[in-house]
């Protein structure tokens, strides 16, 4: 599957990666993200296991949510059609893109 689904780069492998470490402020017309009242942040549109949308929950190194700009980590929640949890997926912030550890239900990830 290919992404970021935007305006601002091109569409690459790796659904997400870019998305992660991108600079450009989620408000600016043209951003595949919306961030949400609650400082998540929301993609609408096909997620590669199956989902409708992903949340984009960006923290810090002890875990706490922070603003995507100094995020160190994000977890990802993909969503079915009825808001149900189809998985999880963890990574680390890189300003390459976003470098994957696991994915819920993986075991030995690494």
Partial sequence: MKFPVCDFADSDDGFYSQCASCP?????????????DDGTYEFV???????VKAVFLFK????????KPNAVHVEIHELDEHGHLVTILYGIVDPEGMIYLKRSGDEGAS
């Fill in 24 to 36: 450009i402020d989620a408000s600016t017309e043209g951003c595949a993200l919306t961030e949400l």
């Fill in 45 to 51: 549109g096909k997620t590669p296991h199956g989902g």
């Fill in 60 to 67: 810090n190194d002890a875990g706490d949510q922070v603003e």
